[in-house]
């Protein structure tokens, strides 16, 4: 397989609250963590490093936070960059996309690697739109793979 172009993975869905309820839901890990991972270390802020952790998995990840924008915009480096763009609409709803590009490895290894992006990110979506439209935390993260989970205290 050759290539035209990098792959880049792209993900886009409508949230029906208020643009300031939506991009707080993925700054805030108190809120994130309801729907995409257990726990962060902290809010994300420009300039800062941030760890995002998947407990039911037992990894964590480091986040280098590149450029925060209230309301519009997210970029991260994770390891790749990650940017989140807000589109505000005039029924109070929000546009969001997630992009994430600069895959490495093989022609086939970056095709594979932008498809999971791609579906890890829709997850998320789907969890913040079900979590601030309907109060409903679905637990896509965890479903997406329970014989992945570790085993904590005896319990799966």
Known sequence: MNLQAAPVARTEM??????EQVFEAFVDPAI?????FTRGSSRLQEGRTVT???DMYGVSAEVA?????????ILIEWPTPVEWTF???QDGTTFVTITASGFSGSDDEKVAQAIDSMGGFSFALAGCKAL??????????ADHNPDAHVKTDGNP
């Open 52 to 54: 995002w952790h998947w």
């Open 14 to 19: 409508l949230i029906r609250k208020p643009v």
């Open 65 to 73: 936070v590149k450029a925060v924008e209230p309301l519009r915009r």
């Open 32 to 36: 994130t963590s309801r729907f995409w």
């Open 87 to 89: 589109a505000p609409r």
């Open 132 to 141: 601030l439209e309907h109060g409903v935390e679905l637990g896509l993260v």
